[in-house]
C-alpha cells in the first residue's frame, strides 16, 4: 500500500534563507509526483509536477527533485520569502491508478519564513 | 485563480439540514473530483467523474451524494451531516488522461 510521509511537519527560517522540503513514499511504481502549495483555509495551487522518467523539474526559485527507485522527492526553495510561507504539500499517483488518478497524499509541511 | 470556481466558501449548517455545494470550472476539462480535507489529515478524495460519469466513490457515506450534470459543473448535495463531516471540501479538475490536477478555493464546511 502506497503511503507518503512528509518531514519536517513544521518547519520556521528566517528570510532568505535556502531549505529543502522532503516527501518518502513506500511504493516506487509511480506515474508522476506533485508539489503543491496551499495558503491557509484556501486551495491548493500546484507547484510542479515530475514525471517517472524525470529527475527534477524547476520553476522560478523552485526546484523539485525525484529519486524513484530510493522513494524520495525533494522540493528544494532558494533565497526564502515571506510570501513563501503556506503549506507544502507531495502528492504521488501510483500506477493501477488509471485514468482516475487517485492520488495520494503527505500531510504537508506547513512553512514559516520570518522577516 | 486557477479557473475552477467553488461556492460557497463557507458554509454552517445543522444535522437536518441540506445543503449543496457547487464547483465550476473554466478549463476545458472532462474530469472533475471531490475531496475532503481534515485536520491532521492527508487529502482523501471522495468521488470521480470522468466525461459526466461517476468513475470513483471512495466508500462515502450516502449522507453525501455527488451530481455531475456536465463536464463543467460538480455538485455535492448534503443532508443529515454529522459534526465531524466538519471539513475543507477541495473540488478539482483535470484534462482525462492528463497528469495535472487544478482545485478550487474549496469550502469551508461547519456541521453544528
Redesign the interface.
Given at each position: 500500500k502506497q503511503e507518503v510521509t512528509q518531514i519536517p511537519a513544521a518547519l520556521s527560517v528566517p528570510e532568505g534563507e535556502n531549505l529543502v522540503l522532503n516527501c518518502s513514499f513506500t511504493d516506487s511504481a509511480i506515474y508522476n509526483l506533485q508539489w503543491f502549495r496551499q495558503d491557509p483555509g484556501k486551495g491548493l495551487t500546484s507547484l510542479l509536477l515530475i514525471q517517472s522518467s524525470q529527475r527534477e523539474q524547476t520553476s522560478g526559485r523552485l526546484n523539485a527533485s525525484l529519486d524513484k527507485s530510493s522513494g524520495r522527492s525533494t522540493l528544494y526553495i532558494a533565497a526564502s520569502q515571506p510570501g513563501d510561507s503556506a503549506t507544502y504539500l507531495c502528492a504521488v499517483n501510483p500506477v493501477g491508478a488509471g485514468n482516475n488518478r487517485k492520488l495520494i497524499w503527505g500531510l504537508g509541511t506547513s512553512l514559516a519564513v520570518n522577516p | 485563480e486557477?479557473g475552477?470556481t467553488?461556492t460557497p466558501r463557507h458554509l454552517v449548517m445543522g444535522m437536518t439540514n441540506k445543503k449543496s455545494l457547487k464547483c465550476e470550472q473554466h478549463l476545458g476539462h472532462n474530469?472533475m473530483?471531490w475531496y475532503k480535507q481534515s485536520a491532521?489529515?492527508?487529502?482523501e478524495?471522495m468521488f470521480?467523474y470522468?466525461f459526466k460519469e461517476q468513475?470513483?466513490n471512495n466508500s462515502v457515506p450516502s449522507r453525501f451524494s455527488p451530481e455531475c450534470p456536465n463536464s463543467s459543473h460538480l455538485f455535492l448535495h448534503l443532508h443529515t451531516l454529522q459534526p465531524e463531516d466538519s471539513a475543507?471540501y477541495?473540488c478539482?479538475s483535470?484534462q482525462?488522461?492528463g497528469?495535472?490536477?487544478?482545485?478550487?478555493?474549496?469550502t469551508?464546511l461547519t456541521v453544528l
Open positions: - | 486557477t475552477v467553488q474530469a473530483y491532521k489529515k492527508p487529502l478524495l470521480v470522468n468513475t470513483e475543507l477541495l478539482a483535470s482525462e488522461g497528469n495535472e490536477q487544478f482545485f478550487g478555493p474549496g469551508r
